[in-house]
T-cell receptor
Framework: GAVVSQHPSWVICKSGTSVKIECRSL??????MFWYRQFPKQSLMLMAT?????????EQGVEKDKFLINHASLTLSTLTVTSAHPEDSSFYIC???????????????FGEGSWLTVV | DQQVKQNSPSLSVQEGRISILNCDYT??????FLWYKKYPAEGPTFLIS?????DKNEDGRFTVFLNKSAKHLSLHIVPSQPGDSAVYFC?????????FGQGTELSVKP
């Protein structure tokens, strides 16, 4: 199946610094990518929809100035957590939708996730 | 407002028995539902889906049932295996993006 890769898998950063997480579709083009976060024992919460060549669309309650999303190519979206705080510590997961395809289990693929710990 | 709800946060089943995971929804306009399986520290993987025009879809040990009058769907796993232990999310397509329920953690004991 299609592969979506996230990097880094684990990152620890100091409070107040910024950290960037990359999401790459390795063998397909993805006009649209999605960013989720998951706190322990909780659901996958959609944060934003990343659109290639345009601004991301953020879900209600998600601070766009804190979670910067860039989708500069058809295979790469980045999430930058700016001025990170301990409460930003979470598991961040991206997914990518195959370009030109409707949403289905066979057209959306998830990355492995990235653990962020802010100390 | 959560339009898809998984009211059971956890479920424990003996190996070989049936696992039934439930999902309730409020919006009848959904085209289809999808079930994903997630292991700790990994991304979700697609399991099975069902179109709103069907009431059942089967794939090996996994069967999803849709009861439109009750706005309820369920995922049946039979026989359950220890490797099925994971968190299961039901999800739906909302304007091109996947929205998930709260998840149910399944534990299959040997």
């Amino acid at each position: 199946g299609a592969v979506v890769s996230q990097h880094p898998s684990w990152v620890i950063c100091k409070s107040g610094t910024s950290v960037k997480i990359e999401c790459r579709s390795l063998d397909f083009q993805a006009t649209t990518m999605f960013w989720y976060r998951q706190f322990p024992k909780q659901s996958l919460m959609l944060m934003a929809t990343s659109n290639e060549g345009s601004k991301a669309t953020y879900e209600q309650g998600v601070e766009k100035d804190k979670f910067l999303i860039n989708h500069a190519s058809l295979t790469l979206s980045t999430l930058t957590v700016t001025s990170a705080h301990p409460e930003d510590s979470s598991f961040y997961i991206c997914s990518a939708r195959v370009s030109g395809q409707e949403v289905s289990g066979n057209t959306i693929y998830f990355g492995e996730g990235s653990w962020l710990t802010v100390v | 407002d959560q339009q898809v709800k998984q009211n059971s946060p956890s479920l424990s089943v003996q190996e070989g028995r049936i696992s039934i995971l439930n999902c309730d929804y409020t919006n009848s306009m959904f085209d289809y539902f999808l079930w994903y399986k997630k292991y700790p520290a990994e991304g979700p993987t697609f399991l099975i889906s069902i179109s709103s025009i069907k009431d059942k879809n089967e794939d090996g040990r996994f069967t999803v049932f849709l009861n439109k009058s009750a706005k309820h769907l369920s995922l049946h796993i039979v026989p359950s295996q220890p490797g099925d232990s994971a968190v299961y999310f039901c999800g739906y397509n909302q304007g091109g993006k996947l929205i998930f329920g709260q998840g149910t953690e399944l534990s299959v004991k040997p």
